[in-house]
């Protein structure tokens, strides 16, 4: 069992910038890639970033290319999102997750955290 924790939500104007984290515990010694997903009101759930073990395999959705940083400190047990120039339609209830497949698939995640919310006015 994984157990993940997200932080770093809040509220910011648009073009401004947060940095969420999700720190994990439990079984963190297997090699699993973590990814974000969001979730906005009345909308599916949808795949934002994933990164690999190492860090050496990134993925990322269209809409946030070159806008989004996916990272990880292994030592820390932590994955980070950096988010920059941040739109409204960025509004959403961010979550990390954990599987063991490259997959921007919410169905292949295992592991999920309680999410944290991201809120972009205009």
């Known amino acids: 069992q994984v157990q993940l924790v997200e932080s770093g939500g809040g509220l910011v104007q648009a073009g401004g910038s947060l940095r969420l984290s999700c720190a994990a515990s439990?079984?963190?010694?297997?090699?699993?890639?973590m990814g974000w997903f969001r979730q906005a009101p009345g909308k599916e759930r949808e795949f934002v970033a994933a990164i690999s073990w190492s860090g050496g395999w990134t993925h990322y959705a269209d809409s946030v290319k070159g806008r989004f940083t996916i990272s990880r400190d292994n030592a820390k047990n932590t994955v980070y999102l950096q988010m920059n120039s941040l739109k409204p339609e960025d509004t959403a209830v961010y979550y990390c997750?954990?599987?063991?497949?490259?997959?921007?698939?919410?169905?292949?995640?295992?592991?999920w955290g309680q999410g944290t919310q991201v809120t972009v006015s205009s």
């Open positions: 997750a954990a599987t063991d497949v490259k997959s921007d698939y919410y169905t292949e995640y295992d592991y």
């Open positions: 439990g079984r963190t010694s297997s090699r699993y890639i």
